[in-house]
């Protein structure tokens, strides 16, 4: 038997309750996609916040940004978590079907880079935070990241929405 047969037959209890319920697949449903909607929405107002800044050479004015990009993080970070969790429920719910989906494994690729792009994006704004006299890199980097941030959060939303008519 192989190890996805032997996690399909594992999880089978789990699959006959998911899809057995409609309450418990629209409350995962609901919790995936209002996640993703209020974490992407965050992300997003701040990329723009980043965005529209342009060049900042004020060390005041790019700690501000700098922080303005920092409120967000745990925001975000939850909510991902939360839309994580739940679409592991979703996929472990059909995972035989979804194992072998290729815009199953797109989506989790576009959000392992969106969680790089976050990582490399603090780290970007804690060397600005700490030193915002620094370069006009910092700020360049910043906006870099934030522009790949939109197309990610974009494009995961694009995934889902292939999956969901796959």
Request: net charge neutral; aromatic share 4%; hydrophobic share 60%.
């Amino acid at each position: 038997m192989s190890m996805l047969e032997t996690l399909v037959t594992a999880l089978e209890p789990w699959s006959t309750l998911y899809g057995d319920s409609t309450v418990l697949s629209v409350g995962l449903t609901f919790a995936h996609l209002a996640a993703l909607m209020i974490g992407g929405g965050l992300a997003i107002g701040a990329d723009r916040v980043v965005l529209r800044a342009g060049v900042v050479t004020d060390p005041a004015a790019r700690r501000a940004l700098a922080a303005t990009v920092g409120d967000v993080h745990r925001p975000v970070v939850m909510a991902l978590l939360i839309s994580l969790v739940s679409g592991l429920l979703q996929l472990t719910a059909d995972l035989e079907a979804l194992a072998a989906n290729r815009i199953m494994w797109l989506k989790i690729g576009l959000l392992v880079a969106l969680a790089v792009n976050g990582l490399l994006m603090l780290r970007d704004e804690n060397a600005l935070r700490a030193n915002p006299a620094g370069t006009n890199g910092l700020v360049a980097a910043l906006r870099t990241r934030a522009m790949i941030s939109l197309v990610l959060w974009l494009a995961i939303v694009l995934a889902g929405v292939g999956l969901m008519q796959g």
